[in-house]
Nanobody
Framework: QVHVVESGGGLVQPGGSLTLSCSGS????????MSWYRQAPGKNREFVGS????????YYADFVRGRFTISRDNAKKTAYLQMNSMNAEDTAVYYC?????????WGQGTQVTVAS
């Protein structure tokens, strides 16, 4: 059975940092590119960034502006989203997606709230 599970969400102050984790099971994690998306209240889900299956290539949305870093540890079957210099506009539910070709698995999301 396939599971993609995000964790690490919570409340963070403006200017603070947070690292999200995304663990995968039930599929060959190292064969899948991993992506992060987010959805703020009243807005469409948007792409945050992605990392190739081997970890050598990353892509980021323009709004990341060097603040976020995506990494992965295939031995642990986990991908990470490190977020720095956070602001209120980063408040959203963050989702992880595993993709290999036309096969996609989504997690349920984790809430991130940036507020003082």
């Amino acid at each position: 059975q396939v599971h993609v599970v995000e964790s690490g969400g919570g409340l963070v102050q403006p200017g603070g940092s947070l690292t999200l984790s995304c663990s995968g099971s039930g599929f060959t994690f190292s064969n899948y590119a991993m992506s992060w998306y987010r959805q703020a209240p009243g807005k469409n889900r948007e792409f945050v960034g992605s990392i190739s299956n081997g970890g050598s290539t990353t892509y980021y949305a323009d709004f990341v502006r060097g603040r976020f870093t995506i990494s992965r540890d295939n031995a642990k079957k986990t991908a990470y989203l490190q977020m720095n210099s956070m602001n209120a506009e980063d408040t959203a539910v963050y989702y992880c997606k595993a993709r290999s070709g036309s096969v996609e698995y989504w997690g349920q999301g984790t809430q991130v709230t940036v507020a003082s």
